[in-house]
């Protein structure tokens, strides 16, 4: 069972959706306690850092997830559920401290000498280059596969040792990260056709094997 956090993203239904299509029960959750039988964590996320951030907290589970990682449970963010994995975000001049589980800020897509007037946000298709090959999340997925970003800014690790992924975008960044069992993407899996399928398939039979070795 898969515990997909509501803290009223808009596209929860469409991240659920593709969850269950990749094999997961799904349950979405709004409380800590709604946590319990959970084998792994989705936060979706679309919108601003700190409107995350500041729900999550109202609803207490900010300490609830800080926790499920702390213990290197399977966990996915998505988007802003990437990006609030990390200590602070510099969107609308964010006041709102992260998850802190990464260090490193979130910084905003800025022109380049190659690409003077680039487009933001990147609303687009655009290509990963794996980074750890052997991450699971990309097990059956090739280098240089094509997957769907919708974001202004991305985060900006202090350790380059937790990149999964890069692509370039004007710059080149961290488009997903992976210690442990915590992995989070930049791009959007459940709008990434049979690319991004495949990656939350990765995910579920993680977070089931998981569990099967916790008992």
């Known amino acids: 069972m898969i515990a997909l956090l509501d803290y009223d993203s808009g596209n929860i239904r469409s991240v659920e959706k593709a969850l269950r299509k990749a094999g997961a029960e799904v349950v979405r959750t709004r409380t800590p306690e709604a946590l319990a039988g959970a084998q792994g964590i989705v936060l979706p996320g679309v919108g601003a850092f700190d409107d995350c951030i500041q729900a999550m907290e109202r609803q207490g589970l900010l300490n ?13 963010g998505i988007c802003v559920g990437y990006q609030a994995l990390f200590d602070r975000s510099e969107e609308f001049n964010s006041c709102a401290a992260g998850l802190g589980t990464f260090q490193g800020p979130v910084v905003r897509f800025e022109p380049t000498v190659e690409m003077p007037h680039l487009k933001i946000p990147q609303i687009s298709w655009n290509q990963i280059h794996l980074r750890q090959p052997d991450c699971p999340l990309y097990r059956g997925i090739p280098e240089g596969s094509w997957f769907y970003f919708v ?8 350790d380059p040792k937790i990149v999964a992924t890069e692509t370039t975008y004007g710059p080149t960044f961290a488009s997903s990260v992976w210690r442990g069992n915590t992995f989070a993407t930049q791009f959007h899996p ?6 991004g399928l495949r990656l939350l398939a990765n995910f579920v039979e993680l977070a089931e094997a998981r569990s099967v070795v916790g008992r």
Do not use: C, G, M, T
């Open 64 to 76: 609830a997830v800080r926790a499920w990682i702390a213990a290197d449970r399977p966990f996915l």
């Open 190 to 195: 459940e709008k990434s056709q049979e690319n």
């Open 151 to 158: 974001h202004s800014f991305y985060p900006s690790p202090a």
